[in-house]
DNA sequence: CGCCTAATTAGACATTCATCTAATCAAGCG
DNA sequence: CGCTTGATTAGATGAATGTCTAATTAGGCG
């Protein structure tokens, strides 16, 4: 099940040290950008949001699709649809286990994008 | 020119101690996810990331349209819409100067999106 | 005032996207 | 095997989005 995606990037890869390449530090070239738009396209969806939200605080770092599904007044396939874009994005990874599905978080990705975002200024308390 | 613009979302307001409640540590409520979405959305074009890295990196904190403009081979029109499109989100803010309008960043919005990315393993060297 | 440049707004158009229903695949069980 | 439940895929549809051209607003200057 977890090699049956289309892995579209390997952005976890690409950036060792993501932690110091923020925003605000130089600008990014267009490579980057169009590397790293589609991945803030995958969150950028209420219900992605959640799911992810509702996958990374489950017991167990690991949520099942039919746990996910309940949680939302959607189609079961509307949840599949959602699930597929992250995965793709590789925000998330799952396996088949008997008769479920679960789900879990990437923290990598999650991580490179949160320290893209810090501004330069947040490393002020350094020495603290 | 800083007021003319339809601010939709005082996210920055909302959440004082944005860095405790990132997004693996409790679910997102259906209001936290829809006032967020619209935030990633504005940040998850290749266009508005350059943009946003072009104006945090420019000297002074802050850059006028005709600098911005000419960094995309896109035409003016497009370049304002998408200006607009962050700044109704509230990521950035802008003042009209004589013929030029310079525009900088909010790095409060930034800030809160960044923690809310941040995996709760970050916080592990607290002490350090 | 009249003209030029900077920037935004208005409106059109093609593409992308979120959602649904219907159909299909996977696994367990009688 | 045939049925049931969990999950995904396929395809359709209406809404949102990115881009452009044309028109408009705003300010400076001769």
């Known amino acids: 099940m977890s090699n049956h995606g289309t892995a579209l990037i390997d952005v976890a890869a690409a950036e060792p040290g993501a932690c110091c390449a923020p925003l605000a530090c130089e600008p990014l070239s267009t490579g980057e950008a169009d590397e790293l738009a589609p991945l803030f396209k995958a ?23 039919c746990d996910l599904t309940s949680a939302f007044e959607l189609t079961a396939p509307t949840i599949s649809h959602h699930l597929k874009v992250l ?8 396996e088949r286990r008997g008769t479920w599905v679960y789900y879990w978080i990437n923290p ?12 330069r200024q947040a490393f002020g308390a350094v020495e603290a």
Do not use: F
Not at 87 to 94: M, S, V
Not at 108 to 119: E, G, I, Y
């Open 43 to 65: 969150i950028a969806d209420p219900v992605r949001l959640r799911l992810l939200s509702l996958i990374a605080c489950h017991d167990g770092g690991e949520a099942c699709v």
């Open 87 to 94: 995965r793709q994005a590789g925000l998330i990874d799952c």
């Open 108 to 119: 990598t990705v999650l991580t490179r994008l949160s320290a893209l975002l810090r501004p």
